[in-house]
């Protein structure tokens, strides 16, 4: 009996632990994905100024 309850606790850690690691690699990818998309909206903002003043720069020529 005390070896069926040995095992059953030792599989509940495991699956925890399977859930933890999981969770973490979750929030690290969500993140990775924030970032990116941070970046990818910077740089469409540079490159929008970028050609509002080349089409500034080409009406005043």
Not at 20 to 29: E, H, Q, S
């Amino acid at each position: 009996m005390v070896d069926i309850i040995n095992n059953l606790y030792n599989l509940a850690l495991g699956l925890l632990a399977g859930c933890v690691i999981l969770l973490a690699a979750t929030i690290i990818y969500v993140l990775g994905v924030v970032r990116y998309c941070k970046k990818y909206m910077i740089l469409s903002e540079e490159l929008e100024k970028i050609k509002i003043n080349n089409m500034s720069n080409k009406e005043n020529i």
